[in-house]
Nanobody, 116 residues
Framework: QVQLVESGGGLVQAGGSLRLSCAASGNIFSINHMGWYRQAPGKQRELVARITGGGTISYADSVKGRFTISRDNDKKMVYLQMNGLKPEDTALYYC??????????WGQGTQVTVSS
């Protein structure tokens, strides 16, 4: 059994900040990639940020300079610091973990709503 649990979402005004956290637990020996995706109503799920096991980080163009991804390998956690939030950031944010067996796991999502 493998489980990913996201937390930290909420309702904020434009320009505000949130910090998302994701904890991985269960039958996971080791983790390769960790990342965050988001999906707004009526839109496709999109990659927000990703960090590899070697520490290589990538961001969607829409969040560069505003969001920061980080991970704690010992705790098997990944974080997303979101600053300068915009209404277009409103979405359900999903944690994604790729294990050493290259199997993808997903959390159930945490809602981020940014008001104008």
């Amino acid at each position: 059994q493998v489980q990913l649990v996201e937390s930290g979402g909420g309702l904020v005004q434009a320009g505000g900040s949130l910090r998302l956290s994701c904890a991985a637990s269960g039958n996971i020996f080791s983790i390769n990639h960790m990342g965050w995706y988001r999906q707004a109503p009526g839109k496709q799920r999109e990659l927000v940020a990703r960090i590899t096991g070697g520490g290589t980080i990538s961001y969607a163009d829409s969040v560069k300079g505003r969001f920061t991804i980080s991970r704690d390998n010992d705790k098997k956690m990944v974080y997303l610091q979101m600053n300068g939030l915009k209404p277009e950031d409103t979405a359900l944010y999903y944690c994604n973990v790729v294990t050493h067996t290259w199997y993808d796991y997903w959390g159930q999502g945490t809602q981020v709503t940014v008001s104008s």
